[in-house]
């Protein structure tokens, strides 16, 4: 391995949350061929795993060399991309961190709305960059793999029609959901905050000259006051002063109540100080754009109003009204000027609804963050988001990615997906973000740790199950190849094995396998549940296709192996046609298996509100029948439907000379073959969801 530099060291709790947890941890690493994998490698106490004999497993014994799988893809964008937060406020994502909180959607009741979540997890990979363009001028730079919420349905930025790419993916025949249109905030330069003063002042402050006699002499008063029950306007206004040399005092103004915030002021009564800010709220006489992007964003935190999406700023000044209607034009955000009520109040009203409020946000910056919430606005796009190009930047450049509560956020004003969050690695303390297939502990002496246990005089050469857990052949094994130690090590023993895989590097070690296979019996066995390429990359991204696990069979068939296959689990309404079958069964045969298992999806409880949340993504179509099959805390398929699908995939299985067996046959413990008890889907998956798990049963 050319992991020379690369050991993070056992002490950099940063490189492993829970790092204490892991008993024997040797060291962590990192290598660019694996970009944003740590592996930890630990000398691990004991290799065999009982099952206990109540479990509903038909195996007693299994060997899992590792923690976590490689399997999983990354989904990601520039760290430059703009995230909107809970605040109202735009943030790159580079600069996010776990706790954040952000804005997500989720349905609730016909729609679906912006809701309130938090960053769970966050991580960076390189991966090759495309410019996605659209309509209205917004533009995302994402990797291929990242997915966009369109008119219909999640789409990856790039796939193909046909073939191992084959996968819903963005074309110019698309439209992103969200509000699109997001720009950089403005800096807070000098232009800009003379115009947030001038806007504020003009707005709600007061300036004040008079003059007072006495008995003794005649005074004259000069004062600046700003009172405001708003805390965040009020300080920035006091740092913009103080950034002109001019500093204020701060104090109570009114105290609060049941029905009102109390109020505090700002103010100032040096004559000085009065003269330079009348000054300073003047419009300069060549005023720019920076400048009318500051003004708008004083005179909103002064006299603007943000509620049930509608955004208006009010006044009773023609000057002020028409310096709004100036700079709203010149930032093209688009607006109206209603008729004054009866005691001369006019408002300037925002249109467009909600792309040109953000747009007004994102240009201006208010520092009220109360009237910039979207949170529970519907999701109804009124922005031009057709996608108008997606190009290939030609190069690979850092991206990040981040796990949320809702598993999507806002992207430059889209609705993007994000990593899916497992929950596999919860015994280490990790986060339930990337960390299962970004923190991958590997038991670096698994194979002689397991040689000493089948040397124990107690040891009855029961059979082994590999690839119960995490697959044995992600990956990582091309580096670490613990697979030919334990194989040996089984083999040397008399010990009988079965090996499960999803993955194709098993073909490296069809020659070992086979000189084992003629000293202790041998069951090679892969899982797939999913033929159609479309749907298999969503449900499985990261993993290998069908055709080439069942290029994998072949090869295994012609080295003399009974190869089962595990078809399974079967999607009710989505794998379980005549049709499908039939087909997958073919291919199965074609490819040379021997037999095949198969069985009907279950859901473990953990796993079940993701794979509901993917239907309502892939399938919404789907979702009341699920929710019929699957009530409440159900986790099987009600036995009417495992028994109707029996009926119709045994004659199929015997037809095509495959002697399958069922979940209804009852699980029996031994070998792979042996392993029809259940179809399973674990919460180990890759980003896309529960159905991308690392083992499907």
């Known amino acids: ?19 204490e947890r892991i008993n024997g941890l040797v060291r962590s690493v990192t290598t660019p ?29 299994t060997v899992n060399p590792y923690r976590g799988c ?25 600069t996010l961190a776990v706790g954040d909180e952000i804005v997500g959607t989720e349905r609730q009741g016909d729609y679906r709305r912006y809701v309130r979540t938090a960053v769970k997890a966050t991580w960076t990979t390189r991966k090759r960059a495309y410019r996605v363009t659209l309509a209205d001028g917004t533009i995302v730079i994402a990797s291929g793999d990242h997915r966009f919420l369109t008119e219909r349905g999640w789409k990856h930025v790039t796939g193909a029609m046909n073939g191992a790419r084959r996968r819903p993916h963005l074309t110019t025949s698309n439209r992103l959901l969200g509000f699109g249109g997001v720009d950089a ?25 008079g003059r007072y006699p006495s008995a003794t002499r005649t005074r004259d008063i000069h004062l600046f006051r700003l009172a405001l029950a708003d805390v965040e306007t009020l300080d920035r206004t006091r740092a913009y002063l103080l950034a002109e ?13 049941d029905r009102r915030r109390p109020v505090e002021a700002i103010h100032s009564g ?18 720019s754009a920076v400048w ?49 009520n009866s005691i001369g109040v006019a408002n300037v009203r925002i249109t467009g609804g909600l792309p040109s409020r953000q747009r007004f946000f994102a240009a201006t910056r208010p520092a009220i963050s109360r009237k910039l919430s979207i949170l529970g606005t519907a999701v109804k796009t009124v922005a031009d988001l057709r996608v108008v190009s997606i190009e290939d930047v030609g190069v690979d450049m850092e991206m990040v990615d981040i796990t949320t509560g809702t598993n999507d956020f806002i992207a430059n004003g889209v609705i993007s997906h994000n990593c899916f969050a497992r929950g596999t690695h919860e015994y280490l303390d990790l986060d339930a973000g ?48 613990l697979m030919p130690g334990i194989i040996s090590a089984l083999t040397e023993s008399g010990t009988s094995f079965s090996v499960l895989t999803k993955g194709t590097l098993v073909r490296r070690d069809l020659p070992l396998l086979k000189e084992a296979s003629s000293h202790v019996d041998v069951t090679l066995a892969t899982s797939i549940a999913v033929f159609d390429d479309a749907l298999q990359h969503s449900i499985e991204p990261g993993t290998p296709s069908a055709s080439a696990r069942l290029e994998t069979v072949r090869a295994a068939a012609e080295a003399g192996f009974g190869v089962t296959v595990f078809m399974m689990p079967i999607l009710p309404h989505l794998t379980d046609s005549t049709s499908s079958i039939d087909e997958a069964l073919t291919r199965i045969k074609d490819a040379g298996a021997r037999s095949v298992v198969f069985g009907a999806l279950h859901l473990r409880p953990g796993v079940k509100p993701w794979f509901f949340q993917w239907l309502e993504r892939e399938r919404p179509d789907l979702l009341s029948s699920y929710r019929g099959l699957y009530p409440g805390a159900a986790a099987a398929a009600p036995k009417a439907y495992r028994q109707w699908l029996a009926r119709r995939v045994r004659p199929l299985v015997r037809a095509h000379g495959l002697d399958g067996r069922d979940e209804e046959d009852g699980p029996r413990r031994g070998p792979v073959s042996g392993l029809a008890a259940s179809a399973t889907i674990r919460k180990t998956g890759p980003p896309l969801g529960a159905l991308a798990a690392d083992r499907l049963f």
């Open 1 to 19: 391995m050319r992991w020379a530099g690369q050991e993070l060291g056992v002490a950099d709790a940063a490189a492993l949350p829970g790092l």
């Open 33 to 61: 061929e694996f970009a944003g994998i740590t592996f930890h490698e630990v000398m691990a106490r004991s290799a065999l795993n009982h099952v206990p004999g109540a479990s509903a497993m038909p195996f007693d014994w």
């Open 70 to 94: 490689t399997h999983a893809c990354t989904y990601c964008v520039a760290p430059d991309t703009l995230v909107l937060c809970a605040d109202g406020r735009h943030r790159p994502i580079g």
């Open 185 to 209: 905030s403005p800096d807070e330069s000098e232009e800009f905050r003379r115009g947030y003063l001038s806007g504020m002042i003009k707005g709600d402050g007061m300036i004040f000259h």
């Open 245 to 257: 040399g001019i500093e204020t005092r701060r104090r109570p103004f009114a105290p609060g109540s």
């Open 270 to 287: 040096r004559r000085t100080d009065v003269a330079t800010i009348e000054k300073l709220i003047e419009p300069p006489d060549d005023v």
């Open 292 to 340: 009318q992007a500051g003004f708008l964003s004083g005179i909103f935190d002064a006299e603007g109003s943000h509620s049930r999406g509608v955004l208006r700023i009010s006044n009773n000044d023609e000057s002020i009204l028409q310096l709004v209607v100036d700079a709203l034009t010149r930032l093209c955000i688009p607006a109206i000027r209603e008729p004054a």
């Open 434 to 481: 990337h960390d299962f297939d970004s923190q991958i502990v590997v038991k670096i002496n698994v194979a002689d740790v397991l040689q000493r246990e089948l040397r124990r005089g107690t040891w009855q050469r029961d059979p082994v199950a590999l690839g119960t857990n995490t697959d044995p052949y992600q990956r990582a094994e091309g580096r670490y190849r």
